[in-house]
């Protein structure tokens, strides 16, 4: 693990998919003291505003994966291929946060079945990169910085095959005020993604909004 | 929909499969005002016991079907098909609580993807009756009756296509002290189901232990 993944540490954080999800965490990120790059999205305005807003800077898919000793990927399903397309030598041996469920354009379902997930597929574009799958809240609340719930705190599931980068990546869900909690292997992914279905169907079709969130009762 | 099945009125509960989890909420829904009847174990003394415990009676799968204005299925995957070839015209028009997650033999994942689900099949092999999806928390938890954390209310997410079938499931929920939120139809099994495998792992595999829930935070 490079020394910038380290508990406590600033770390350098590439983001590939500057949009929603990837401008709301590497401002809360940078926030935190972490040093952003982004990258990769439809609009280059988009892509300005959130370094901007940020304070951080902006490059190429290649110059965010070569930033980063932690890479962001949130992009549209649809655009994965494109969007990793030339990066899988350059995230070899990296922490890669998957945080894309690979939902219906219509948000009727998943496209990926429980035989696999999209953060296996990522995992298997990236085949050297050490992948941990965090489907984050919505970007709403990332926005607000408003995470806690009349002071509860929402738990926030991963799920990789890397101790040490799970460790890390704990480390940064932590600091967005949100508790990590270990879901286990990727292939948990294919459990992870399906409840994340789950807070988009009762946001969108149950008339619950986006400020929901979840949180692990234990005892 | 039966006067039987109205908010706050006794009813009948007819259970498929008093096992664990049969059993338990046979019991706290016995001791909430509703008459049980218990069918369907490998083990006639397991089924005695559950009665006993209960206060409730016993019977066939067709006696039970026959009996509740609810039933509820609860039984081990791989037995789905013989607990329901005898009683779908009997249950037609009847509210079904389906508490299968079609789970492998080993815990390792689900044995139907997101293009169905368990609650999908039983509907399919129930074709006119009205089923809704509820995976209740750990039989553990119903049997210890202690389903608060630290005063806490977990939630319960229940989905179905039927509104009234829901309603009935819903009251039936937060008897036993869950906070219900229906997620949507039938469908959501597909995201409902994998959730609970989420559950499993992170109490079998990840060292949480079966003293677990989860709470949808709101505002």
């Known amino acids: 693990m490079a020394s910038g993944t380290e508990e406590g540490s600033s770390m350098k954080i590439g983001i590939i998919g500057a949009g929603n999800m990837g401008g709301c965490l590497g401002k809360l990120w940078s926030q935190a003291g972490h040093q952003i790059m ?33 890479v962001l990927v949130a992009v549209p399903w649809a655009a994965i291929d494109i969007a990793l397309k030339d990066v899988a030598s350059v995230l070899a041996g990296k922490v890669v946060i998957s945080c894309n469920n690979p939902l219906k354009p219509d948000l009727s379902g998943l496209l990926l079945g429980t035989e696999t997930s999209g953060a296996e597929e990522v995992a298997r574009l990236l085949p050297a990169a050490r992948v941990v799958e965090v489907l984050f809240p919505f970007a709403h609340q990332l926005r607000s910085g408003e995470l806690r719930f009349d002071g509860q705190q929402p738990s926030q599931f991963y799920c990789g095959d890397d101790v040490q980068a799970k460790r890390a990546v704990a480390t940064l869900i932590g600091e967005l005020g949100l508790d990590p909690v270990d879901a286990g292997p990727l292939t948990s992914a294919r459990f992870l ?27």
């Open 38 to 70: 982004f990258s990769f999205t439809q609009d280059p305005k988009a892509l300005e505003e959130a370094a901007v807003s940020a304070g951080g800077r902006t490059g190429t898919v290649i110059d965010a994966a070569q930033f980063g000793d932690v």
């Open 193 to 219: 993604e399906p409840f994340g279905m789950l807070m988009v169907q009762l946001a969108y079709r149950q008339g619950f909004g986006v400020n929901i969130g979840t949180q692990l009762l234990r005892r």
